[in-house]
């Protein structure tokens, strides 16, 4: 007959073979950090290695306005950077988390540095209206825009665009107050970021 320990320390007896406890593990706990979790979370797998001049261009509701990223990327490449996406698209789901990238987090830029030396990151909102009178729609666009140094952790500039484009139809309206604010944004980033 074995001699079993319930919970309440009091010995009991059983018919059943002694059983051992596992052993607590003893080792260090690893903790991540935010950042390191931000990391794991929402930049690819397919990351590339550390190379001066790479640059990524991530901007909310540019999928909505594809001309947007498109200009900024183009911009950057004009002035001798490697544009590459670093992010999953899940980033720009999670409203949090883009947050704490667009405030240029100096913590969560010192890990992106890693693999990129910088991000232009933004956010777009639209507005439509119509004049019945003229039957003429007007899109309001509205773009806020920073420039990320990831080598020095900090927001190197912050560009704001507030375009308006008439059309006939607000496809037409929208691609107006588009193209209005690409054009404009590409030649603030080709005026503000030094070529490589």
Request: glycine letters at 6%; proline letters at 7%.
């Amino acid at each position: 007959m074995n001699t079993v320990f319930p919970v309440s320390g009091t010995p009991a007896t059983s018919n059943e073979p002694a059983r051992r406890e596992p052993k607590e593990d003893v080792s260090p706990e690893v903790s991540s950090s935010p950042e390191d979790i931000f990391i794991s979370k929402y930049v690819t797998n397919d990351r590339e290695q550390y190379r001066p001049g790479a640059w990524t261009v991530i901007i909310a509701d540019g999928d909505r306005f594809p001309t947007i990223p498109a200009a900024a990327e183009n911009a950057l490449s004009e002035q001798g950077y490697a544009v590459r996406p670093l992010f999953r698209s899940t980033l720009l789901q999670d409203r949090d988390a883009y947050e704490e990238l667009y405030s240029g987090n100096p913590v969560l830029l010192k890990h992106i540095a890693r693999f990129r030396d910088g991000i232009l990151v933004g956010k777009l909102r639209s507005e439509i209206t119509h004049d019945d009178s003229l039957d003429v729609f007007t899109a309001h666009l509205f773009g806020d825009f920073r420039v990320l140094s990831a080598r020095s952790a900090s927001v190197e500039g912050h560009l704001t665009f507030n375009e308006i484009g008439p059309g006939v139809s607000e496809s037409e309206a929208n691609h107006a107050a588009q193209k209005s604010m690409a054009d404009k944004l590409k030649q603030q980033i080709l005026q503000s970021i030094p070529p490589r």
